[in-house]
């Protein structure tokens, strides 16, 4: 897996922020996650990457990557996560059957719907782009000193969005990140 080994943690949290003397409360829901290892792209040909956590506590998460062109299996690997009173706490393997890979460039709005497959069968998360943004930097853009920097690291056409999800009735924000090599985007 591109990066080294890694876990996600899905969790919620509380707070307040002072802003110029004014306290601001907030309540939210996020995606920690801790990777060892070197990002190598040379040949990476995308991804899709998305998980959420629902009011009730079921959850989702997966990432894979688009067949291969090699035609060699490609990774692709989640869960699901329905509770602790509804799947005994337990986090249940899923594969990815349907993805919304990158294919153009769309800030929000867009249906990013995932298809996921467990040893129960299939469950069909609903979801649509509130918000992105996406990195489609040129390489002969970066001034040179940052160039070095870098090592001449590209990367594909990339998107990281807030996703609106729904799951059979249930709703909540959470996330998605995608790429695909910047000739494959149409426009």
């Not at 899923?94 to 298809?115: I, K, M, N």
């Not at 853009?141 to 059979?168: H, I, S």
Request: net charge negative.
């Amino acid at each position: 897996l591109m990066g080294g080994p890694r876990y996600e943690q899905l969790f919620r949290a509380t707070g307040s922020v002072r802003v110029a003397g004014e306290e601001h409360s907030f309540t939210g829901s996020g995606l920690r996650i801790r990777r060892q290892g070197v990002r190598k792209l040379d040949g990476f040909w995308g991804h899709c990457w998305q998980s959420a956590l629902f009011p009730s506590g079921r959850a989702f998460g997966y990432i894979a990557y688009p067949q291969r062109p090699d035609g060699e299996p490609a990774f692709n690997e989640g869960y699901l996560f329905l509770g602790d009173s509804g799947g005994g706490g337990e986090l249940i393997p899923a594969t990815v059957v349907q993805a919304p890979w990158l294919s153009r460039l769309q800030p929000f709005g867009e249906d990013v719907s995932v298809v996921l497959k467990t040893a129960k069968g299939i469950e069909t998360i609903e979801g649509e782009t509130v918000v992105s943004t996406h990195d489609i930097t040129d390489p002969s853009d970066v001034p040179p000193e940052m160039a070095k920097l870098l090592a001449n690291w590209t990367f594909p056409a990339l998107q990281q969005a807030g996703v609106r999800y729904r799951w059979n009735g249930e709703e909540t924000i959470g996330m998605l990140e995608r790429s695909i090599p910047k000739d494959q985007l149409t426009r």
